[in-house]
DNA sequence: GCGATCAGTT
DNA sequence: CACAACTGATCGC
């Protein structure tokens, strides 16, 4: 396999710059500790973060991309060519961002995962900030955040989804709560309800190191004994734990994640039909004054009951379709490729959005036509995880055949690795 | 011990 | 079932 000029959320050798676009495991895999390759760009908050994931990490390596303005590799003997970087703001979690590379194969946009919401202020600030770099230019490829880059996905903005949360919290005024959370993101949601509600959050040692790294001081907690709310690990977090939970106290569990809520929908077979939930969202969507509809949406009933004690409220980090887009609609890309591709409900982001794109359209460079493109004796770049099903998968999936075990065709693309490898067109290397 | 990969959890 | 994100077991070195 070709190894390319740079790589984005991608940690094999070979390549002479390598990007983070944020601390989220799925994008480190194969980052560790001991890894030194070459230089890593991240933010400047990822580059804080980051020797608390990988302690003893070598920090002469970390170059800071600050948003809001170019940087500039040149030519040298560790790097042998110039590129144009930008980072700006993906409001997924902290330190997150996307990039856009201008260099000698045109302008490729890389999105990383993000949530631009239309009632985001950071999140308009980006997107502002987005229209400026690539106005005078075409993107030639988005690489992108399709994780949920298909109609049946529709949820509430975060704002939404936090005011169903902290309604959820002040109608049971004498339970405790417990939230379950990953090891980054989703901080805005605990400030959220630690301000409306005037309460500290309970949050795990570590967890509160990480909170005092993003400089929040006097909101969490590790005392049990300040707060009854509690933000747990959600690998801890179990139909289990809060039936043992409730045995001393009563508790109730608020799961903020997108996808048990489109269980819910999938179970009650009106996921193709659109839901209830979906259209009830769509109103609140449309409507001018969010302020508004939050209470609509806040005061409506259990809906996002899932069990005896626990609620789950669509809440995500990553761009729903709509959001996605709109993504696209603003770019306008020249193609598009899809840096998640294990999903059963994968769907090349061409299908959807290639409409959007200029595929069918002539290409008209403008003033960034810094270059002819040079046919590529090899591939220049090469981002992100490769999505390619290994040899070894598709040997477990005759083995399983083999032993007339049913094994789920999705068992041969399940790719935890997010991130795609970015290469010129039509010289796509082999596996 | 280390990294890579797989299996399994919410 | 799925997803993203994570933990833990196992394998090879």
Redesign the pocket.
Known sequence: MENGLISVDR??KGSSAYFLTHL????T??L????SYAPLFCSRLTAKLLPFKFPDFDLSLVRILDTGSWHTLSPSPAFPATLHVFAIDAC??PGSIMLVFRGEFGCRLYTG?FRWEPSCEKARKAREMLVDVVKDDVVDVVYLDN?YSNPIYDFPSRQLAANRIIDIISSHPDHDIII?I????KEDLLLQIARALKIKIWVWPERLQTMHLLGFHDIFTTNTTLTRVRAV???S????TLEALNTMRPTIGI?P???PW??KS??KGELLSGSFLTSRFKRGRMSENGVQIDKQIGNTGPLDKFHEYIYSVPYS??SNFAEIEDFIRLVHPATLKGI?S?????IEPMYYFGRLCRVNQPIRRQLHNMHKRVEAVSPKISFGGDNVK?E??KG?NLKGKFLGVRV?K??IY?R?Q?GVKIVEDNSLDQD
């Open positions: 940690w094999a989220h495991s799925d994008h895999i194969g560790s500790s001991s890894w997924h979690c995962d994780t379950g990953n090891t980054l993101g690990p959600q690998y977090f179990s139909i289990d799961m994640s997108a996808l489109v269980k999938l179970q980090d990553h998640v294990s999903s059963s409900c994968y290994s070894r998968n477990k789920s999705l068992s399940r935890r997010r």
